[in-house]
T-cell receptor
Framework: AQKITQTQPGMFVQEKEAVTLDCTYD???????LFWYKQPSSGEMIFLIY??????QNATEGRYSLNFQKARKSANLVISASQLGDSAMYFC???????????FGKGTRLHILP | KAGVTQTPRYLIKTRGQQVTLSCSPI?????VSWYQQTPGQGLQFLFE???????NKGNFPGRFSGRQFSNSRSEMNVSTLELGDSALYLC??????????????FGPGTRLTVT
């Protein structure tokens, strides 16, 4: 069965430090995509970054990068130079080619401290 | 470019009633997905529509239904509401995987409270 695990329910990080949010996944489908979303307190989900299972390089989008370790089934999100506005809930998600539904992890609440 | 809009933003209903939520995708987007978010179950996929056809469906009872119109606007309906249906319902639109695009844009959600 497909599964996404985020083991950090909450994190506190000093402003300007780098942050790594953990995500592990489980699937037997060789073709899948991994996503990270940010959900501020306003409730709206914001797409951050996408990594395909066959992508050779780790995805990057501005201050966000995805540390994709396929053998370990790990897709950690790295935020460089954190900002106060990064305080939010972060969700890791996966869609497999076979199932074609997006499943989400339970999320990590990130607090950036001034 | 206008984002995804959802109406209403807040809704209070009584057990046994039915409710219809609306989602207008970004112009040009043909794929609309619906999600339910609760503190206990987290984010769960409800269904996805593309060009008026339901492409995929999550593990929800038949009380949850949806449709998509020719202008890509989508509605979801929940009949015979139960207390457990209280949740934030999120709609997301995208160009669709057939267009080779994975990125989804979410609306602000509809907060449904069932009393």
């Amino acid at each position: 069965a497909q599964k996404i695990t985020q083991t950090q329910p909450g994190m506190f990080v000093q402003e300007k430090e780098a942050v790594t949010l953990d995500c592990t996944y489980d699937t037997s489908d060789p073709s899948y995509g991994l996503f990270w979303y940010k959900q501020p307190s306003s409730g709206e989900m914001i797409f951050l970054i996408y990594q395909g299972s066959y992508d050779q390089q780790n995805a990057t989008e501005g201050r966000y990068s995805l540390n994709f370790q396929k053998a370990r089934k790990s897709a950690n999100l790295v935020i460089s130079a954190s900002q106060l506005g990064d305080s939010a809930m972060y969700f890791c998600a996966m869609r497999t080619n076979r199932d074609d539904k997006i499943i989400f992890g339970k999320g990590t609440r990130l607090h950036i401290l001034p | 470019k206008a984002g995804v809009t959802q109406t209403p933003r807040y809704l209070i209903k009584t057990r046994g009633q039915q409710v219809t939520l609306s989602c207008s995708p970004i112009s040009g987007h043909r794929s609309v997905s619906w999600y339910q978010q609760t503190p206990g179950q987290g984010l769960q996929f409800l269904f996805e529509y593309f060009s008026e056809t339901q492409r995929n469906k999550g593990n929800f009872p038949g009380r949850f239904s949806g449709r998509q119109f020719s202008n890509s606007r989508s509605e979801m309906n929940v009949s015979t509401l139960e207390l457990g249906d209280s949740a934030l319902y999120l709609c997301a639109s995208s160009l669709g995987r057939l267009a080779g695009v994975e990125e989804q844009y979410f609306g602000p959600g509809t907060r449904l409270t069932v009393t």
